[in-house]
């Protein structure tokens, strides 16, 4: 069957740390995968997004990477804040299709 | 820009009760999308359309209908609430023709109880 898993425990930090989220996908074929970051009680908002022949793509203190063979993508905060606290959430972009396709999200707590 | 607009914020509904979520998007997007989520377990997929007149199902449609008569509007109808329905929709849109991805823009959702 096809899954896109996140972890479902949450992520507790110490400021300053990099803060590193795992995405794992089995019986898709994307074109792209992107993340997301959701507060509560607002809707996700776009993040980064890697193509399925990149590697690895660099925002500000985000990295994503992509590894099409490990069907796995880790998404990096480095030098995390408080502010960074947050679920983000994991999005397949799924090939020939119209379709974004949601991991459940991984919440991340970063503590002062 | 407002960017995707959705209304009303808040429902209760009764078990068989009727009624529409209306969504809006005033950045001329082809693509517009509903999206359900449960505590914990993600964005579902309920319906999605790529242009006016054009819907399609997503994962779990069961108990929901779609209607796409402008660009600007996509508006997901319940018929007979159940409880199962209890949950926060998400509309959303894109256009991929600039990235090529589905870099969605999402409302603020609008959470639906029903009792």
């Known amino acids: 069957s096809q899954k896109i898993e996140q972890n479902s425990e949450a992520l507790n930090i110490q400021e300053g740390k990099t803060a590193t989220l795992t995405c794992n996908y089995t019986?898709?074929?994307?074109?792209?995968l992107q993340w997301y970051r959701q507060d509560p009680g607002r809707g996700p908002v776009f993040l980064l997004l890697?193509?399925?022949?990149?590697k690895e793509k660099r925002k500000e203190r985000l990295k994503v990477t992509f590894d099409t063979t490990l069907k796995q993508s880790l998404f990096h905060i480095t030098a995390s804040q408080p502010a960074d606290s947050a679920t983000y959430l994991c999005?397949?972009?799924?090939?020939?299709?119209?379709?974004?396709?949601f991991g459940a999200g991984t919440r991340l707590f970063v503590k002062a | 820009n407002a960017g995707v607009t959705q209304t009303p914020k808040f429902r209760i509904l009764k078990i068989g009760q009727s009624m529409t979520l209306q969504c809006t998007q005033d950045?001329?997007?082809?693509?517009m999308y509903w999206y359900r989520q449960d505590p914990g377990m993600g964005l579902k997929l309920i319906y999605y359309?790529?242009?006016?007149?054009?819907?399609d199902k997503g994962e779990v449609p069961n108990g929901y209908n779609v209607s796409r008569s402008t660009t600007e509007d996509f508006p997901l109808r319940l018929e007979l609430a159940a409880p199962s329905q209890t949950s926060v929709y998400f509309c959303?849109?894109?256009?991929?023709?600039?990235?090529?991805?589905?870099?969605?823009?999402f409302g603020a959702g609008s959470r639906l109880t029903v009792l």
């Open positions: 959303a849109s894109t256009d991929p023709q600039g990235t090529g991805a589905n870099v969605l823009t």
């Open positions: 019986n898709y074929s994307p074109a792209y």
């Open positions: 890697i193509r399925e022949n990149e």
């Open positions: 999005a397949l972009d799924i090939k020939g299709g119209f379709k974004t396709i």
């Open positions: 950045m001329n997007h082809n693509y």
């Open positions: 359309s790529v242009g006016a007149g054009i819907t």
